[in-house]
Each structure stands twice: as structure tokens, then as C-alpha cells.
């Protein structure tokens, strides 16, 4: 396509790789050091590519996945592959000459295959983190301040049901990790580890039962 910036962005143990292919052809490369600070270093490097002209591709890990939310959000246009997508295309379809870093073989892999664009998580992340920050609240809360937390509509909801306020709070709880749940298999790229251990402990004890 003309007009577009190519970027691969390649996630190694020691640093973050980064490969420009510009509209006219030219090549070049930037290097980016670990630190707590990374995907803000990234993003404000990035800043000089005009979103609208700039296609960014990812590999998927769990850093790559924040910086993709972050500049999908911002309208980039970004793409996540697996290492088994790229190997595997690159296995079928090698270059003339070695492509030298894995930054090229993820351009040359953009441009040739064009995968889907990928979807910024933000909104689902935020659906999640209201149904875990109004849990955790009732987790926290006292006795007395449990009704507080309470909307107007489910006081109302339950209140007909002649239940009292410990049961109000007892149901509402039960419904939020049900939300979650259901959240969560609706968007299985949200889990965690400690997510799936606190609201999925029925699949864990399964996995760990022997079988027979």
C-alpha cells in the first residue's frame, strides 16, 4: 500500500527491537532497554507516525497486548501474529536473502499477508475492572456500609423479595462473580492466572482430580 509506515515492534529477552519501513522504501531500526517505563517510551516515540499511515505489528505476549490496547485506542492501526504464524509463513515462503532480524520477517509478513486488524481490549477491560472493583468493595466493607454500596435499582430489586440488607448483599455478590465469569468466557483474553484461579476454581479442581 502507498503512503504507509510499516513498523514491527519484536519484544526479545534483553530489549525491544523496532523496524521502520517508510513509504519510499527506506529502512531503519531503533532499540528500545527495558524498563518499568517501556510501553510509554514506545508510545511516545511513535508519536512522529501519523496514526491513519502508520501500521504497527506486534507479536503476541502479555506487554505487546497493553502497547497494542494503548495504540489501537489511539487509532494506529495494529496487528498481533503468534510466533507460530510468522515461522510457519516464513518456513512456506523464505526470503531471497535472510531478512537479518525478526523485526523484517514481521514487516515482510504485514505487508504480504495482512492479517486482521486487531481490536483494542479498553472497553472490555473497563467492564471488568467495574464488576471487580464493586466485588472487591464488598469484600471490604463492614456490616454498616455494605448497604451504601448497594444501587438504588437492586435495593429495590430484592427489597420486594422481603429480603434483608446481608442478603441483598449476599445475592448482589453472587451475581457479580457470575458477571465475571461469564465476562471472562466471553473474552478469554482477559484472563490471568489469579483470575482463573479465584473465579474458575471448579475447572481447576477438575483438572486436578486424577483419572481413573
Known sequence: MK????????????????????????????????DEAITDEI????AAFAPA??????????????LAD??????????????????????A????????????AMIRYLRSERPARYESRTPQ????????????????????????LLSAETRHKYRNKGLSISEIVDRRMNELHELIREHLMI?????????????FPDVIDALEQPKH
Open 125 to 148: 477491560l473497563e467492564v471488568l475492572y467495574t464488576l471487580l472493583d464493586e466485588l472487591e468493595a464488598f469484600e471490604d466493607a463492614s456490616e454498616e456500609e455494605e448497604e451504601e
Open 3 to 34: 503512503g504507509i509506515t510499516y513498523i514491527g515492534i519484536y519484544f526479545d529477552p534483553d530489549r525491544v527491537q523496532v523496524g521502520v519501513h517508510q513509504p519510499d522504501g527506506a529502512f531503519s531500526k531503533h532499540t528500545f532497554v527495558y
Open 70 to 91: 494503548e495504540l489501537a485506542d489511539k487509532n494506529y492501526y495494529v496487528f498481533q501474529i503468534t510466533f507460530h504464524e510468522l515461522i510457519s509463513w516464513f518456513a
Open 43 to 46: 508510545e511516545a516515540w511513535l
Open 53 to 66: 499511515t502508520t501500521h504497527v505489528c506486534l507479536i503476541e505476549n502479555e506487554t505487546a497486548a497493553m
Open 187 to 199: 473474552y478469554p483474553e482477559l484472563m490471568t492466572p489469579e483470575l482463573f484461579q479465584e473465579f
Open 93 to 104: 515462503a523464505p526470503p531471497a536473502e535472510p531478512d537479518g532480524t525478526p523485526v523484517n
